[in-house]
Nanobody, 126 residues
Framework: QLQLVESGGGLVQPGGSLRLSCAAS????????IGWFRQAPGKERDGVSC????????RYADSVKGRFTISRDNAKNTVYLQMNSLKAEDTAVYYC???????????????????WGQGTQVTVSS
């Protein structure tokens, strides 16, 4: 069964850090660009970041640029999202998803991605 599983979410204070992981089972991520998305209550699911299949190209939404870093370890079949200097407005459920191509086209758009994970909750609060 093809599956993506996100982990690493939790409760953190403003200014803190978290590292999210997106692990694949049943298939290899090597050939896919991977996107991270987030969805706050009552809001649309928005693209946060994208990484190409090789890891050589990355894209970020303006709201997270300079604070978040996407990376991947194809040997571990896992993609990461390092989140630093977290703000209350980063609170959301975070999802990863695959794109049916090896490259990213700017900030990821939901319609271009499939094979979604179940999400991991990130709450930034004091």
């Amino acid at each position: 069964q093809l599956q993506l599983v996100e982990s690493g979410g939790g409760l953190v204070q403003p200014g803190g850090s978290l590292r999210l992981s997106c692990a694949a089972s049943g298939f290899t991520l090597d050939y896919y660009a991977i996107g991270w998305f987030r969805q706050a209550p009552g809001k649309e699911r928005d693209g946060v970041s994208c990484i190409s299949s090789s890891g050589g190209s990355t894209r970020y939404a303006d709201s997270v640029k300079g604070r978040f870093t996407i990376s991947r370890d194809n040997a571990k079949n896992t993609v990461y999202l390092q989140m630093n200097s977290l703000k209350a407005e980063d609170t959301a459920v975070y999802y990863c998803a695959t794109r049916a191509y090896a490259y990213c086209l700017g900030v990821p758009l939901r319609r271009d991605f499939g094979s979604w994970g179940q999400g991991t909750q990130v709450t930034v609060s004091s």
